[in-house]
Structures are given as structure tokens and as C-alpha cells.
């Protein structure tokens, strides 16, 4: 079966660091390109970047570059995300979710919530 | 970057058709067909309806349906059942070698 399964959300104060996982099992991970998507409490859907299948190329929304990175470790079959400087704007559930590799996403994670308060 | 257009709401009663439209620009949906749809009940992760424009995966009823014209997409659903309250959102590949999704419709059953 196919999963994915996020973990490391937390509460966080404006200004911290914090370091999503997913992990994959189920497929090819070394194969497939991954994204992170997130979603505001009753907001909609944000693609936040994503990841080539070796970890050469990143992309990235605007809002977040130069405060998130997306990372890989296929030996682990697992996707992180470190984010920084967080901003009370980043309170979402994070997805984790597999590029089909023809532009859409075909598999999600049931995703984490990260929350930014004081 | 910003997000693609959806209406806020749309509705419809059993057994009716609606359609769902998604507004972008030439940079994204009018540039590409690269436009996926996702469906999402509360709480639970978005699912996967339709992608490359019309394509159906496996497993999703054939009441859905996907389409674009220009720079606007759209889904239809047919038959229009209960099960099909939900958020719906768009997304599209875009020049910026990004992605971008809509503002989501709310699908309301009557």
C-alpha cells in the first residue's frame, strides 16, 4: 500500500525553527518527486515547493524561500522540510505528498499541524 | 504566484449537473495542460480527480468530468450525489517552474 506519513508538528513562537518528516513506503521513493502543500486553518490549499527524485533541483512558493528547505534522504525513504523564522502566517496542517511526475499529485499524507503562536 | 480563481460556492441538487470553474492566466492554466482537480471533506487530505485536464484516475467515478478553454478550466460533476459535498481545488504547473491551486469551491448537495 501505498502510504505517506508526516510527523514534527508542533507549536512553535514566532521567530523558531522546526523540522517536518514524511515518511514513504509503498513505492519507489528514489524515484519520485515530492512536495509539501499546506493549508491555512479554514483557508485553502498552498503548494509550498518541491523536490526532484535526487535531490538536485528545489522550487519553491515565494512566500517561503529563504526560510524553508526541502530535503531528501532516499536511503531512508523519507522527505523533510526545515522551516525558519516562522511567522504567525505559517500556521497550517502540512501535507506531504508524491508528484506523479506529469504535474499533479497522486498521493497524500494525512498531514501535520504546525501552529505559530506566542 | 497568486491563486487561481473558483468560485466560492456552487450548488446543485441530486441528480443535477454543475460545473466548477478555475480562471488563471497564460502563464499557468492558459500555458499548459497541466491542470489537476482535488476534492477534500472536512478533515480528511485532498484526493486526486482529475489531472492533465481531463484524465480520470483510476477509481473516480466517471461523473466527473474536466475540461479548459483558454486561460479558465473546469469541472463538471454529473448526476450530482451527496457523497459530492465537498471543497474542490484546482491546480496547475506553472512558468515558474511552480505550481499553483485555486481558491476552492465549496459543493453544497440540496
Known amino acids: 500500500e501505498v502510504q505517506l506519513v508526516e510527523s514534527g508538528g508542533a507549536l512553535v513562537q514566532p521567530g523558531g525553527s522546526l523540522r517536518l518528516s514524511c515518511a514513504a513506503s509503498?513505492?519507489?521513493?528514489?524515484?519520485?518527486?515530492m512536495t509539501w502543500v499546506r493549508q491555512a486553518p479554514g483557508k485553502g490549499l498552498e503548494w509550498v515547493g518541491n523536490?526532484?527524485?535526487?535531490?538536485?533541483?528545489?522550487y519553491y512558493v515565494d512566500s517561503v524561500k529563504g526560510r524553508f528547505t526541502i530535503s531528501r534522504d532516499n536511503a531512508k525513504n523519507s522527505l523533510y522540510l526545515q522551516m525558519n523564522s516562522l511567522r504567525v502566517e505559517d500556521t497550517a496542517v502540512y501535507y506531504c505528498?508524491?508528484?506523479?511526475?506529469?504535474?499533479?499529485?497522486?498521493?497524500w499524507g494525512q498531514g501535520t499541524t504546525v501552529t505559530v503562536s506566542s | 504566484q497568486s491563486a487561481l480563481t473558483q468560485p466560492a460556492s456552487v450548488s446543485g441538487s441530486p441528480g443535477q449537473s454543475i460545473t466548477i470553474s478555475c480562471t488563471g492566466t497564460?502563464?499557468?492554466?492558459?500555458?499548459?495542460?497541466?491542470v489537476s482537480w482535488y476534492q477534500q471533506h472536512p478533515g480528511e487530505a485532498p484526493k486526486l480527480m482529475i489531472y492533465?485536464?481531463?484524465n480520470r484516475p483510476s477509481g473516480v467515478s466517471s461523473r466527473f468530468s474536466g475540461s479548459k478553454s483558454g486561460d479558465t478550466a473546469s469541472l463538471t460533476i454529473s448526476g450530482l450525489q451527496a457523497e459530492d459535498e465537498a471543497d474542490y481545488y484546482c491546480?496547475?504547473?506553472?512558468?515558474?517552474?511552480?505550481?499553483?491551486f485555486g481558491t476552492g469551491t465549496k459543493v453544497t448537495v440540496l
Open positions: 505528498a508524491r508528484d506523479s511526475g506529469n504535474f499533479f499529485v497522486d498521493v
Open positions: 509503498g513505492f519507489i521513493f528514489s524515484s519520485s518527486w
Open positions: 523536490i526532484r527524485p535526487d535531490g538536485s533541483d528545489k
Open positions: 497564460s502563464s499557468d492554466v492558459g500555458g499548459y495542460d497541466y
Open positions: 492533465g485536464v481531463s
Open positions: 491546480s496547475s504547473y506553472t512558468s515558474s517552474i511552480t505550481h499553483v
